[in-house]
C-alpha cells in the first residue's frame, strides 16, 4: 500500500492526512475568549462577551478562519469535501480529548433548513460531528433539534441582526435534563446561530452547554 501523503504539501503525512510541518502551519487559535473563542491577543474575556454573555457556557474553536482551514471549511460546506471534516475534525478531537475538564454526554449538530439539507444533500456540521466521535466517546444525536422556522440569510448581517432572525427558531425533540451538552457547527461568525441553539437546549433542560465550531471568523 502506497504511504498517505500530506494534503498540504504532498510529503508523507505522519497523521489525518496532514505532515507535522503543515499541521503546525494551520492558523491554531491558541489565544481567545474563554468564553466565545474570539481570537484575541491574549486570552481574556472579549469586550462583546463583557456587555452580553452568550448563552451557552463554555466554547471551543482550535482553529481561525483563514489559509489552510477556510478553504477546508468552503469545500466541505460546498463541494462536498468530506476529507476535510476527517482531517480538521481529528485534530480538533486530539485537542478535546487532551483537556483535563470533562467532555460533554451528547454532541448535538446545529440542524440546517430543510430546502438547504434537501439541496446540498449533506449536514457539514454533522460531518464534524462524526469525525469527532470516531476519537471522543460522547453519543451524537443528529436529529435532537430541528428549526421551527427558516431564517433569512445570515450573510451581511449585524450580530445584533442575526440575533434577531434567529431567535426562537431551534427547538429540541427530547429532555436535556441535566445534560452536559455540546452544539457543533462548522464556522462561529458572531455566534447567533449558536447562542440560539444554545437558548433552545437550556429550555429543554440542559445543565451545561458548549458550543464547539472548527473555526472562529476573527
Known sequence: MAPERCQGCGARAAQLDLCPACTADLPWNLQCCPRCAQ??????????????LPAWDDAFAPFELRNEVQRGVLGLKYSAAFAQARTLG?????????????????MVPVP??????????????????????????IELDAHAAYLLRTPPDQIGQSAAQRRRNLRGAFAFRRRLDGLHVALVDDVMTTGA?????ARAARQAGARHIEAWALARAP
Open 39 to 52: 481570537p484575541l491577543p491574549v486570552r481574556a474575556l472579549c469586550r462583546r462577551c463583557q456587555r452580553r
Open 90 to 106: 481529528g485534530l480538533m478531537a486530539a485537542q478535546l480529548a487532551q483537556r483535563a475538564a470533562p467532555l460533554p454526554q451528547l
Open 112 to 137: 440546517l433548513p430543510r430546502r438547504r439539507l434537501y439541496r446540498r444533500g449533506y449536514n457539514q456540521a454533522l460531518e464534524i460531528a462524526r469525525a469527532l466521535q470516531r476519537t471522543l466517546a
Open 193 to 197: 446561530t449558536l447562542d440560539a441553539l
